[in-house]
């Protein structure tokens, strides 16, 4: 778990880091030939496909953490006021893991956005010879979008676990 602590307290410095590491090891890859870039039509497809995976993905974590602000407006319930009667529930409500719950949903909204605006820039302003950066950029997108979306389902199955020991 300490290494789950370090990796949520800078999830996205971690995630950059790693893609970016991803995106070294592809280029020296591509350098030394044990690597091609697919065709032109195939890159521009599978970073289309990056960028509407990244806003949807953004789209459905806007909407989970709607449902938690509306859930929590809902309860009067603060950390000086609850008792043991209160359900686990309403007391993660209470407690400082809520606030931390939604400011790392918002971390992976502003990364999944990062990652489909980016593509679409790349796109947008590169030439149609170079699609090697296009193709580099992909590489480092799809780790990106997998690890926040694995953090976000992480979250997700703690606070189901959360409800489950009600």
Avoid at 4 to 31: E, G, M, N, Q
Avoid at 72 to 83: A, L
Avoid at 133 to 162: D, E, Q, Y
Wanted: proline letters at 1%; aromatic letters at 14%.
């Amino acid at each position: 778990m300490i290494i789950l602590d370090k990796y949520f307290h800078r999830p996205l410095f971690w995630d950059y880091t790693v893609a970016s590491i991803i995106t070294a090891i592809v280029k020296l890859l591509l350098t030394v030939e044990q690597i091609k870039i697919p065709k032109e039509e195939s890159v521009f497809s599978i970073s289309s496909d990056i960028s509407n995976i990244s806003f949807t993905s953004a789209g459905f974590i806007i909407t989970l953490v709607t449902v938690l602000v509306t859930f929590k407006s809902n309860t009067n319930i603060t950390k000086e006021n609850y008792s043991s009667s209160n359900t686990l529930f309403e007391m993660f409500y209470a407690s400082d893991l809520y606030f931390e719950t939604i400011r790392q949903f918002i971390k992976c909204i502003k990364s999944l956005i990062l990652v489909s605006i980016s593509c679409y820039f790349i796109k947008l302003f590169i030439s149609s010879n170079k699609t090697e950066i296009l193709f580099l950029f992909c590489s480092a997108g799809i780790f990106v979008v997998t690890i926040t979306l694995w953090r976000c389902l992480l979250i997700l199955s703690k606070i189901l676990k959360l409800q489950k020991q009600e």
